[in-house]
């Protein structure tokens, strides 16, 4: 929560997040963690611009940005960390900072982030200090949430869902799926969406066979499935829901899939437990629709985190061992594929409480024939 989203009288909890991760640092024998990931970042601080790098020591939190965000920066950081404007390039700017700071000499970078140039820079530039690859030190705090992140991820689902109701009445055969992502997209803008949290998809008819599809130029037909998965963003939080629908009468192949899918979506959401592990949630769908019949169609994992990203830790899928943590808000999303026929997928993102999963995703599952 960015200084500018702390209403009067709430809590920020930027410095609890900034204590977490030094008691990390700590464990880890880091004395600093150079932080380039653009949404950890903005976890840490509130900052929410392009360009930007991060300095977390014991004592210490400096960010670097340069000067287009002079005004942005002091409105969205406050007193979260020392800003730094940079009238020439951050790296420059880097090593002038890790200059002034005594004690540090152990920096852990981001491995997962950091592009292979500044990379190299790290050894060229600045090989006073000795630099050591970190995964996922940010990410795995990200994983659970607040009550402010909640609340902005249940008010990004709200948008989505609103402009899904707008969307569904203006669909008919003769549009192209281009044309339906435009009605979609500009419903989400009307509804409030900051951004999209990626391109949406519109796939129909065979096309809906593709689970990353891109919508594209295929004219919609009477009889085909649509498949919208699109997400809505406010105050950087997302939300990811996938609905399909049938243009017309649903054929009894059509309700025959679409029935397994909502009916594994429904038993895996249902099972969501604290410390179950990614696998076994992933498993509650996968060996149901095996047993239909269909095993072999479901090619992807079940979900994943979702937050200031729209894929984040953590992930249920089939070789993922680690146990999930009560706070986080994960995507349920089983699917149905068949190549040159269709596919279904019904997406809901669900919080995990130590009392059990709640579905956050309220727009109904039944099959919607488009009139």
């Known amino acids: 929560m960015s200084g500018a989203d702390v209403p009067p009288g709430s809590i920020d909890t930027r410095p609890t997040r900034l204590a977490v991760l030094r008691d990390a640092l700590a464990r880890a024998d880091l004395d600093a963690l150079l932080v380039s990931s653009l949404a950890n970042v903005r976890y840490l601080t509130g900052f929410s611009g392009s360009n930007a790098l991060l300095v ?45 700071l005594t004690s540090v000499e152990r920096i852990g970078f981001e491995s997962t982030h950091l592009l292979h140039r500044d990379f190299a820079r790290l050894l ?16 795995t705090l ?63 008819g065979p ?61 895996a959401s249902g099972a969501l437990r604290v410390g179950m592990t990614g696998m076994a949630a992933d498993a509650v769908a996968r060996d149901y629709i095996a047993a239909r019949g269909f095993g072999e169609a479901f090619g992807h994992s079940l979900g994943h985190g979702i937050g200031l990203e729209v894929h984040e830790e953590p992930r249920l899928a089939r070789v993922v061992e680690s146990p999930l943590a009560a706070g986080t808000v994960v995507t349920i999303e089983p699917g149905i594929y068949r ?28 099959l919607h024939e488009l009139s």
């Open 56 to 100: 977390i020591t014991a004592k210490d939190c400096i960010l670097l940005t340069d000067s287009r965000y002079a005004t942005q920066v002091e409105e969205e950081v406050g007193g979260a960390a020392t800003v730094r404007i940079e009238s020439t390039n951050l790296w420059t700017g880097l090593w002038a900072q890790l200059g002034t």
């Open 124 to 139: 060229e530039q600045g090989n006073r200090w000795s630099w050591r690859p970190t995964t996922d030190m940010v990410e």
């Open 142 to 204: 990200r994983a659970v949430k607040d009550a402010g992140e909640l609340a902005h991820i249940e008010r990004a689902i709200a948008m989505a869902e609103t402009a899904l109701r707008h969307t569904i009445p203006m669909l008919h055969a003769g549009l192209t799926e281009t044309a339906v992502a435009g009605i979609l997209e500009r419903h989400l803008r009307d509804a409030g969406s900051e951004a999209f949290p990626f391109p949406s998809i519109v796939a129909s």
């Open 207 to 267: 096309r809906s066979a593709l689970p990353h599809a891109r919508a594209g130029d295929r004219v919609l037909e009477v009889g085909d499935f649509v498949l919208l998965d699109f997400g809505a963003v406010t105050a950087g939080y997302c939300s990811d829901i996938t609905r399909t629908f049938v243009l017309g009468r649903a054929s009894d192949e059509q309700r025959e899939v679409y029935d397994i899918v909502r009916e594994a979506n429904l038993r």
């Open 339 to 366: 190549a040159g026929w269709g596919g279904v997928r019904i997406e809901d993102d669900v919080f995990l409480s130590v009392a059990g999963p709640r579905v956050l995703t309220g727009f109904p599952r039944d």
